[in-house]
């Protein structure tokens, strides 16, 4: 299983980027796919999930709203689409599944200020 995040960067407040994870080694369209973020001093925290099929999503309360989770199994990616930026949300933007055991991407950073 490998996840392989890209997309990051530094935006202003009020901002957008879009975040990609790319997957391989396993059968993506069967697995629920989460993005989490970790901030400096902090602990990582789940920013939102999307059944194998896309047809569910869930979200962290902080992002409803502003942030949207996609994904196309024909490319075996999962997306992360992040509106109206605040400097809050600077992280490390993580991918994550399940299978048999936690797999985690190696992290996308994105900066958000002026």
């Known amino acids: 299983v490998q996840l392989v995040e890209s997309g990051g960067g530094l935006v202003q407040p009020g901002g957008s980027l879009r975040l990609s994870c790319r997957a391989s080694?396993?059968?993506?369209?069967?697995?629920?796919m989460r993005w989490y973020r970790q901030a400096p001093g902090k602990e990582r925290e789940l920013v939102a999930g999307?059944?194998?099929?896309?047809?569910?999503?869930n979200y962290a309360n902080s992002m409803k709203g502003r942030f949207t989770i996609s994904r196309d199994n024909a490319k075996n990616t999962v997306y992360l689409q992040m509106n109206s930026l605040k400097p809050e949300d600077t992280a490390v933007y993580y991918c994550?599944?399940?299978?048999?055991?936690?797999?985690w991407g190696q992290g996308t950073q994105v900066t958000v200020s002026s």
């Open positions: 994550h599944t399940f299978r048999f055991v936690d797999y």
């Open positions: 080694g396993f059968t993506f369209s069967n697995y629920y």
């Open positions: 999307i059944t194998g099929t896309g047809g569910t999503t």
